[in-house]
């Protein structure tokens, strides 16, 4: 069983940085399609990046030049680097395999940006 953790979540006024962690533990991810998902208050979780074991990326249009994601498989561990907040930023953010079947969901990390 795959144990998803994420960490790195805060407070953080507009324009500002965070550096989201999703450290898996139970199975090796490395060869996985990784994501981070996020889901804003009253609204459906929304697919936010992705990165194959090769390291290629993919983006939703409205993060794009603003988020990075990465990983460092020798940690197991996937990351979300956020620049340039915005307050629609706001939202709990996972990590999970981006293609089906998922596993179990961690209990995200909250974002909260401020105007």
């Known amino acids: 069983q795959v144990q998803l953790v994420e960490s790195g979540g805060g407070l953080v006024q507009a324009g500002g940085s965070l550096r989201l962690s999703c450290a898996a533990a139970?199975?090796?991810?490395?060869?996985?399609?990784m994501a981070w998902y996020r889901q804003a208050p009253g609204k459906q979780r929304e697919l936010v990046a992705t990165i194959t074991s090769g390291g290629s990326t993919t983006y939703v249009d409205s993060v794009k030049g603003r988020f990075t994601i990465s990983r460092d498989n020798a940690k197991n561990t996937v990351y979300l680097q956020m620049n340039s907040l915005k307050p629609e930023d706001t939202a709990v953010y996972y990590c999970?395999?981006?293609?089906?079947?998922?596993w179990g969901w961690g209990q995200g990390t909250r974002v909260t940006v401020s105007a």
């Open positions: 139970g199975r090796i991810v490395s060869i996985y399609v």
């Open positions: 999970n395999r981006f293609s089906l079947p998922q």
